[in-house]
């Protein structure tokens, strides 16, 4: 071997990746590449069908009644959208101690799900299910006689509310509580009801309490009347607490599991998916991700697109299958525009 040779095989020169051919170095990324499938659009719906309100603390996202939804969504599932996690807001409609509007006929989440299977039937629609935005303290749960959670009672309730979406036509039902059982209490009442085949469970599994979250409680109106949810949501930090949920979660028959926030804990993200490489994964870019990026956008510290770009390949070599992301709009026509469809 020629002195020159073996300095290159020993040095491992390639390694580098620093080929000039686009293609070459494309396939040093492939597994951090973004198409449609990789998102979920997460959408908030309102009870005024012909309302589009904007929501100050996230500027670009809106609340929409079904009739603006459809024309929002319209564009979008041209654009190749391929899922959504709808969000239902409660404005006029009455809280109560058990969130009694989170599954009524009146709930506009399950007034809008008939619709939208009808006018997109090729877009799969996630339902978060969680009592906060219709409970009248606010809480994830029903509140027992020492006003902390009641876990029985609240898992059932939840299970009930997951099978009025499920019947209104959601495919997959979210559960974003994070209470211990309720993956089980909903998995049950889905096969007792023969909606096992068709409705799969994306567990929360591992959200953590969060500092993130600020905006959504806006857009959501789903803030706490007093105290915070910190008993019921991991604590930041506990990536032990976090594996031991994704357990408990698969344990009990979640079909996708989730990191939330991602951005802060894209360690549990690769831990779970080391650990479970049989579950999709979920991530979620909270609302006070997007909010962070866009204001950095606009200081001038990075162009919008190059950051989030970088920062959603990583989420992906970590391990992400699926991006909940607000900024799916966006990226959709970035793809849309780098494919030059
Ligand atoms: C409801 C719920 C929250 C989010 C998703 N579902 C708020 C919370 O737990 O307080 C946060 C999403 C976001 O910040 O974008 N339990």
């Known amino acids: 071997m020629s002195a020159e040779y073996k300095n290159v095989v020993q040095k491992r020169h390639i390694l580098h990746g620093g080929f000039f051919n686009k293609t070459l170095r494309g396939w040093q990324a492939l597994r951090t590449e973004i198409t449609p499938q990789n998102l979920m659009y997460p959408v908030f719906i309102i009870e005024a069908d012909n309302e589009v ?124 509580d994070m209470l211990d059982g309720r993956i089980g209490s909903i998995k049950s009442l889905l096969i007792e009801n023969n909606l096992q085949n068709s409705v799969a469970v994306l567990s929360y599994s591992c959200k953590f309490a969060s500092n993130f979250y600020g905006p959504f409680r806006d857009a959501a109106k789903s803030s706490p009347a007093s105290g915070d949810r910190k008993c019921y949501q991991l604590p930041p930090g506990s990536g032990g607490l976090a594996l031991r949920a994704a357990a408990r979660d698969i344990d009990e028959g979640a079909d996708f599991l989730m990191v939330k926030p991602i951005m802060a804990n894209m360690d549990v993200l690769k831990q779970v998916t080391e650990k479970y490489p049989e579950y999709p994964m979920f991530v979620y870019q909270v609302s006070g991700e997007y909010a962070m990026i866009l204001a950095a956008a606009e200081k001038g510290v990075f162009d919008l697109k190059d950051a989030l770009m970088e920062i959603l390949g990583s989420y992906r070599r970590a391990g992400a299958d699926v991006i909940i992301t607000y900024y799916t709009p966006l990226i959709l026509d970035w793809i849309r525009l780098k494919h030059k469809l």
């Open 53 to 176: 309100q904007s929501i100050p603390s996230m500027p670009g996202v809106c609340r929409y009644g079904i009739n603006k939804l459809k024309e929002h969504l319209d564009g979008l599932v041209k654009n190749g959208l391929t899922s959504i996690m709808a969000f239902g807001v409660a404005e006029s409609l009455h809280k109560d101690e058990r969130g009694s509007n989170a599954d009524s006929p009146q709930n506009p989440v399950v007034r809008a799900l008939p619709h939208l299977r009808r006018w997109f039937p090729e877009l799969t629609i996630a339902c978060d299910v969680c009592l906060c935005p219709y409970t009248s303290h606010g809480h994830c749960g029903i509140l027992g006689q020492n006003g902390s959670i009641d876990n029985s009672k609240s898992i059932k309730r939840i299970a009930e509310i997951s099978l009025a979406y499920a019947k209104a036509g959601a495919q997959i039902v979210a559960p974003s």
